[in-house]
């Protein structure tokens, strides 16, 4: 059945995650520990898709993760004219974002995250280098087997993938979708959301663990849905507000 092939490609890129990507998540977990130990921050970045959904806020996850997230908006309604430049080709949001860091929490030292999947949009390159420029640890997770294959979109001629200081893969193929379907004119079913919350999840897996080794135990949310939940959350975030973690 067509459901039990989705499951074995599924598991198919779980397995690869977790052993291509099982050095990098160690790394990363010290150099998010040494971070939060120190009262820093993480923040993450991503295109699209899953990952900022399914790990910010979350029962049992950190409230040392932040998103990052700006808005710059020009309406006008001129009649229809020609671009000088190709949408997410040459135009690069560089001066916007030197402002959006200016004004965010961002500090050096803090650890950076950022996903795409094709890692080659003007915008998320952009994003990694103003991340850099401020200061910041950049950990990238993105298809290590679709990106190379893609044409930069950016001015400076790179890709997420090498700009990273710690490079994560979410094991999707090119093309995202994972099965061929009979009666179906494109592949089916992406792996690059559940791959990329699956790697990330486990890299701070290894961060709870290098924090506890250093005596610091982080505040790790509570569900509201339980018996005193949004007591108990109002708690945590007292005390994330006095310890910094």
Request: proline content about 5%; hydrophobic content about 40%.
């Amino acid at each position: 059945m067509l459901v039990d092939r989705y499951f074995e490609a599924m598991d198919k890129v779980l397995k690869k995650s977790r052993t291509t990507n099982r050095e990098t998540l160690e790394k990363v977990g010290e150099v998010i520990a040494e971070c939060v130990a120190r009262k820093g921050q993480v923040f993450i970045f991503d295109s699209g898709h899953l990952v900022q959904q399914e790990l910010l806020y979350r029962a049992g996850g950190p409230l040392y993760l932040k998103k990052f997230e700006y808005s710059f908006s020009v309406k006008t309604e001129p009649q229809p004219r020609a671009r000088d430049t190709e949408p997410g080709i040459a135009v690069t949001e560089r001066d916007i974002l030197k402002v959006a860091f200016a004004h965010s929490n961002v500090r050096p030292g803090d650890v950076f995250i950022v996903g795409s999947v094709s890692g080659n949009s003007a915008n998320v390159v952009d994003m990694a280098l103003a991340a850099k420029e401020a200061g910041c640890t950049l950990v990238c997770i993105t298809s290590l087997e679709a990106s190379p294959r893609l044409a930069p979109k950016h001015p400076c001629g790179k890709r997420l993938f090498e700009l990273g200081d710690y490079v994560l893969d979410n094991c999707t193929p090119y093309g995202d979708a994972m099965l061929e379907v009979e009666g179906v004119e494109y592949k089916c079913f992406p792996g690059s959301g559940i791959g990329a919350a699956y790697t990330l999840w486990a890299m701070l897996a290894c961060a709870t663990e290098s924090l506890l080794a250093r005596g610091v135990s982080p505040t790790m949310l509570c569900s509201a849905n339980v018996p005193d939940g949004m007591k108990v959350l109002e708690g945590q975030h007292a005390r994330y507000q006095e310890l910094g973690y």
